[in-house]
């Protein structure tokens, strides 16, 4: 009689354990993927900042330039060059 107890006392015990094995497994699946989403927004993130900064190293490695200089002075100061006439279309 006293086997039979302790055979439904450990079956008890272990259909317990498996639950939480399984609640675990699932909770760490979730993690899992809420990780894996936030990494991919990191790496995102961090493509984005190489890319600007690629840019940034262009725009100092270039900054004397004579052609960036001018394409500054022209779009970004307006200046233009001595004797040049700029029209501007007003009929918007």
Do not use: C, W
Not at 10 to 33: D, F, N
Not at 44 to 69: F, G, K, M, R, W
């Amino acid at each position: 009689m006293k086997f039979r107890r302790a055979s439904l006392i450990t079956k008890i015990v272990i259909l317990a354990i498996i639950l939480y094995a399984g609640i675990s497994l699932v909770s760490l699946k979730v993690q899992i993927s809420d990780a894996r989403v936030k990494r991919d927004e990191l790496q995102s993130e961090v493509d984005s900042v190489l890319q600007t900064n690629t840019e940034l190293q262009y725009a100092i490695n270039h900054s004397t330039d004579p052609e960036t200089i001018e394409d500054i002075a022209r779009n970004k100061l307006g200046l233009v060059k001595p004797g040049e006439k700029i029209f501007y279309d007003v009929s918007n």
